[in-house]
């Protein structure tokens, strides 16, 4: 079963707009990673946030990590048409190699 | 997807024919990674590589096999591919446990 959940399935909002994201797991984790997919593109690294961190900035991307609710947001602010893109979550476990993907949220930024 | 490539990038084949997929990387990374995704599931790990020789299985590994004889090639094998296989197949390096690169996928059909 996936580690990692996203919601909402899917996003819709006006250029200029702030775009939120959730993901929740379910076990420890060393890290949480957030990537951007494009259509028919491979995934590309936004940020990752350590276990050990609660808020990570990267331009107009804000994450937010809260290890006693299991649950990470992404905030992108001011939206636009190229910020269209599914966006997913990705655990790495404690101790562990493998990095584990959610179903992802597809976002849809209207010009 | 800057050093990291895969081939073929499409293929088409029968059931039951064997297939191989190759990821070439030239970062010198450790970790390696197969990825299958399909509408709904996101990205599942199908196996992993953390050195030449060393591979372990993901969450999806039936009907799959891996090789790792040189830090730069990661081989993914279906011995003999059924229709369940078709999906597009991602290839993934890291340096580390943190971030991955992927590479630009491989669209897979199965008749």
């Known amino acids: 079963s996936q580690q990692g959940e996203e919601d909402p399935q899917a996003l819709s909002i006006q250029e200029g707009e702030n775009a939120t994201m959730n993901c929740s797991y379910k076990?420890?984790?060393?890290?949480l990673q957030w990537y951007r997919q494009n259509s028919g593109r491979g995934l590309v690294h936004l940020i990752l946030?350590?276990?050990?961190?609660r808020e990570k900035h990267s331009g107009r991307l804000r994450v937010t990590l809260d290890t006693s609710k299991k649950s990470s947001s992404l905030l992108i602010t001011a939206s636009r048409a190229a910020d269209t893109a599914s966006y997913f979550c990705?655990?790495?476990?404690?101790?562990?190699?493998?990095?584990?993907f959610g179903a992802g949220t597809r976002l849809f930024v209207k010009a | 997807d800057a050093g990291i490539t895969q081939s073929p990038r499409h293929k088409v084949t029968e059931t039951g024919t064997p297939v191989t997929l190759r990821c070439h990387q030239t970062e010198n990374h450790r970790y390696m990674y197969w990825y299958r995704q399909d509408p709904g599931h996101g990205l599942r790990l199908i196996h992993y590589?953390?050195?030449?020789?060393?591979?372990d299985k993901g969450e999806v590994s039936d009907g799959y096999s891996v090789s790792r004889s040189k830090t730069e090639d990661f081989l993914l094998t279906l011995e003999s591919a059924t229709s369940s296989q078709t999906s597009v197949y991602f290839c993934?390096?890291?340096?580390?446990?943190?971030?991955?690169?992927f590479g630009p996928g491989t669209r897979l059909t199965v008749l």
């Open positions: 076990t420890s984790i060393n890290n």
């Open positions: 990705a655990t790495a476990n404690t101790g562990g190699f493998k990095t584990i």
């Open positions: 590589s953390y050195g030449v020789k060393d591979t």
């Open positions: 993934a390096s890291c340096p580390d446990t943190d971030t991955q690169y």
């Open positions: 946030i350590r276990s050990n961190e």
